[in-house]
């Protein structure tokens, strides 16, 4: 199983950004997603999280301006960033809980490479 995310780049502040998170692989189903960063020197963070049934939780930093969807047919996770700040330059993470054909009891959690997201004027 693989989670490839891209979407990342530079942006100047107010400006918008769509990241994707794909996963790949022998997937029976995929339970929650979400999307975390990391900045320089601080700790890792969630962002945004979506069950497989749609319900999601933001981030009291994002909430009004990031939305967090996904697409179960595809398998893809989206994350569309609105207003950027320069305070929301970081790594970005998608992490996704997966289900692999039989092993229908137990989720594990794939993480994705990775995309930088980088707010400067």
């Known amino acids: 199983v693989q989670l490839q995310a891209c979407g990342g780049g530079l942006v100047q502040p107010g400006g918008s950004l769509r990241l994707s998170c794909a996963a790949s692989g022998s997937i029976f189903s995929i339970n929650g997603m979400g999307w975390y960063r990391q900045a320089p020197g601080k700790q890792r963070e969630s962002v945004a999280t979506i069950t497989s049934g749609g319900k999601t939780n933001y981030a009291d930093s994002v909430k009004g301006r990031f939305t967090i969807s996904r697409d179960n047919a595809k398998n893809t996770l989206y994350l569309r960033m609105d207003s950027l700040k320069v305070e929301d330059t970081a790594v970005y993470y998608c992490?996704?809980?997966?289900?692999?054909?039989?092993?229908?009891?137990?989720?594990?959690?794939?993480w994705g490479q990775g995309t930088q997201v980088t707010v400067s004027s």
């Open positions: 992490k996704a809980a997966i289900i692999r054909p039989g092993d229908y009891y137990r989720a594990v959690d794939y």
